[in-house]
């Protein structure tokens, strides 16, 4: 097992290299300019020193042997002495990467920023979708072709075929404009201190939390359901019975322990998504989360920005696929890694 | 079949717990009323009868273009000038009437009263006494010196041009300022004038020239200011919260006690906020659907406020070659081969295009609130407007098509488009950057253009790209690989000097070309000695006569068909009933007044 995992941190560090290469050449060769949002009188000999002022003119090897240098050796230097309170070399003059368009901002000061409102809206979906759609998704199977089973299974295909813009909309429409029920913008410097922000803090985040946990319930409880109804015909399970087992201790024991083995993963596999926030949630509900911070730079051509979290978003997928691959071999005793 | 009791314990569980937080989250909380809960008559209850420092609470202002930075030296888009504009003052700025007012500085300096020198060549400034930073250390003559001195860092990578023509900046005292020129100047409010180059402190910001600028992250964020208001928290690209500055001037003001800037989604996510559940009191910027913003308003919550300065939508015209098979020379002009158009040079079919396009439309049914159909390139402030041109607001499009029989462009192989007589058939490629707006104007005149037998074909270029300084791309509009293009443009500051001077030929150094790395400003390559030579008395015009010259370059562009004006454009914003103050001239930022911005009594 040890060395499983050894071998698949070694490779991965590769695989990270190349990704970083991949993402900076795309960026670097694709169109646009950060100077475009300014003023229009402003003349063009004026974007060119601005443009030049931001380092956009050296050639793009250069650019990125720079990033990586800060990207792995400067700003995780940072992070121990912020952590730890000791000076570690020139920390000083050691360059940071910085925004374009936040010009001197440093992008993993941005990163950290929004953190917290990704990990609130998001994960808290994220947790009440796996909560509501694991029962529900061993139920509908439990009771297969049910009423139950119907109403789930229509609940899940409107799910997963609405989008979130769609969904989004029709919610603010309705529970915000209408009924004037929640806000839509969403306040990033509100701090709950007491009852009364903690009930504002659950009104504004109810809407996203809602868009978002509707479309991964239905994903999820639909893969458990597939799940438990394969194990249920499983002659294990004949067995089970056969041998006067309760219904209950069938049921828990075996067939959702096991049926559960996919599902986990599954959940697991999508844990880096919460960090990467959601793009189109947050961006409707103007939540400040990462995932509105990458579509923000994308869209003013915040380079640093966009190569750095998208670089972290890679960092966080290898990661959790490790991960999900090593609790496939705890919880599935057949799976032996050597 | 037995019923699992775990499952329905479980299910019932959940669907408590989901119970629990609808409730939780519909349960009317204390401290803010929402939308549909707010009484309908304005929220004046609890203010004192007048307003004062800080009286009259929150100020909700919503931005869906982010703020980024508070440093307007390095901006990344105008909505940082608005953000930065409620801590930094100028030295002058202009009033609703467009009208110069002291801030920083005691007195307008002119001619009259000897501020300005008889040669044109200072301008000399005495600070009001007592200002205090918002430290509360005392602004000084330093200041303003450095202030210059920090754009003036080609290294800083400055992104205002209000220094353009200035020589040095230097200090004759404590509180007197004397800025030189390098040219004789006749308008000399650049410099410190208006939300484009206020004063920055130099105590903060002395580490921060040149290429430090760049990583003055802490500078930039929360710079010192003089104005109404100081910076209580900043995040980048989403909010600011704004706190009173303690040492503001008037003891009376701002009547806010907390301003904060909000992101939103869109444009008419920001018109939402405002004007159907009023969680804003102002949004910025709604190039909005003019039918659904009147319907917003119509809900009684806001008011829409059209701010005209004088900024035009144009089509500008090509008077090089850009046909892709010219390679290295496409459209390139140079003094010994102006490369010319193989119809567009000619002043009829230029002529011809302009007659065909309704404005009206374009500007009634695209813009709404916010443009007026114009004929003119220099549009605003009134005193530079010309009249001589308004019978382009009439479509014409027999008159077009006459013109062009007249004048030789026949369609000859009666395919419905008109050839010229060496039998070049006048097809048109018409580019601009992607936007709702932009593309049905692109539509619309596309149809217009068929009438008159012209071919266009549209090409829409990513925003991103095509106002950016890339010259790598070929897509930017400088580079100008199209016969046609459209984008507003317009003077930042009432005088038109600056603005003017982008049709300058200067024997081409101001024509975007490979030599000066595609960054002249004359986009059309329209050469004309006497254009340049009507500039040259500009430049030492002064009071009346400068403005009857602003007037005859503009008709000079204009009656050359050098570019097309389309839409007077205004900045459109709606503000909530509760809220008075806001009053815009279209030169300043929406919030040039805030410290006199208060709720409704």
Known sequence: MGQYILRRVLTAIP??????????????????????????????????????????????????????????????????????????????????????????????????ERLPQTLW???????????????????????????????????????????????????????????????TLYNTTLRVTDWGTFIEQLRQMAMPVFVLAFFQIATISRFARSSVIENLRMDYVRTARAKGLTEKAVVTRHVVRNSLIPVVTLVA???????????VTEQIFAVNGI???????????????????????????????????????????????? | MKHPRLWRMNHLFFLLALLAIIFAACAPPAAAPTAGEQPAAPAAAGLPPEPGRGTDGELVLVYWQEVSILNPYLASGTKDFHGASLILDPLLEFNENVELVPVLAEEVPT??????????????????????????????????????????????????????GVASVEALDELTVRVNFTDPTPYPYTAFVGYLSPIIQKAQFQNCKGEAAQACSEQN??????????????????????????????????????????????????????????????GWNLQVEPAVLLDMEAKGKGTIMSAFGANV???????????????????????????????????????????AIDRNIIAEQLYGPGGKPTCNLLAGPPAVASTNNDACLQQDIEGANKLLDEAGYLDSNGDGIRETPDGVPLRILYQTSTN??????????????????????????????????????????????ADVEMFTNGPDNPDPQQYLANWLCDGGANIPSPANNWGGSNVERWCSEEYDALFAQLRTATGEERNRLAIALNDMLVQNYVAIPLVFRASVSAYSNTLSGPNISGFETEEWNIETWHRVR
Not at chain 1, 74 to 102: F, H, Q
Not at chain 1, 299 to 324: M, Y
Not at chain 2, 131 to 160: K, Q
């Open chain 1, 15 to 112: 695989t990270l290299f190349f990704i970083s290469f991949v993402i900076f050449a795309l960026l670097a060769l694709s169109p646009g300019d950060p100077t475009a949002n300014l003023p229009p009188s402003l003349p063009m000999e004026i974007k060119l020193r601005v443009r030049e002022a931001l380092g956009m003119n050296q050639p793009m090897p250069v650019r990125y042997v720079r990033w990586l240098q800060q990207f792995m050796v400067n700003e995780p230097l940072n992070a121990l002495e912020k952590a730890t309170g000791i000076r570690i070399g020139d920390s000083e003059n050691r360059l940071r990467i910085t925004s374009w368009t936040a010009r001197g901002k440093p992008v993993i000061d941005l990163i950290i």
């Open chain 1, 121 to 183: 809206v998001v994960g808290l979906a994220y947790v009440i979708a796996v909560l509501i759609a694991v029962p529900l998704g061993v139920f509908s199977a439990y009771k297969q072709n049910s009423l139950f089973d119907q109403i789930a299974s229509v609940i899940a295909v409107i799910g997963f075929s609405l989008p979130t813009f769609f969904t989004g909309v029709l919610v603010i429409q309705f529970f915000a404009v209408r009924l004037g029920w929640f806000p």
């Open chain 1, 269 to 279: 596999l999508g844990i880096p998504g919460i960090f990467g926030g959601a793009i």
């Open chain 1, 291 to 338: 995932g509105q911070l990458l579509i923000l730079s994308i869209q003013s051509n915040d380079l640093p920005v966009v190569q750095t979290v998208l670089v972290i978003f890679s960092v966080l997928v290898i990661v959790f696929n490790l991960i999900a691959d090593i609790l496939y071999g705890i919880l599935d005793p057949r799976i032996r890694y050597s």
């Open chain 2, 111 to 164: 001619l009259e009263n000897g501020g300005v020198s008889e040669d044109l060549m200072s301008i000399t400034y005495k600070l009001r006494p007592g200002i205090l930073w918002s430290d509360g250390t005392p602004l000084t003559a330093e200041d303003v010196v450095f202030t210059w001195e920090y754009c003036a860092d080609p290294a800083t990578g400055c992104t205002v041009q209000n220094f353009v």
């Open chain 2, 221 to 282: 964020t929360n710079p010192i200011g003089t104005g109404p208001y100081k910076v209580a928290e900043f995040r980048a690209n989403d909010t600011v919260v704004y706190a009173v500055n303690e040492n503001y001037r008037n003891p009376n003001q701002p009547h806010f006690a907390r301003v904060i800037i909000k992101g939103a989604e869109d444009a008419s996510a920001s018109a939402r906020a405002v004007l159907e559940t009023g969680e804003a009191d102002y």
């Open chain 2, 313 to 355: 939508e144009r089509i500008l015209i090509n008077f090089t070659n850009p046909d892709p098979n010219l390679g290295e020379k496409r459209s390139l002009w140079t003094p010994e081969d102006p490369n010319p158009h193989p119809f567009l040079t000619d002043i009829n079919v230029r002529k011809a295009l302009s007659m």
């Open chain 2, 436 to 481: 709702a707006v932009r593309q049905k104007t692109q539509a619309l005149i596309q149809q217009w253009w068929k009438q008159i037998g012209v071919e266009t074909e549209l090409k829409n270029v990513e925003a991103a790209v095509f106002f950016g300084g890339d010259p790598a791309s070929p897509d930017t509009y400088n580079k100008f690989y």
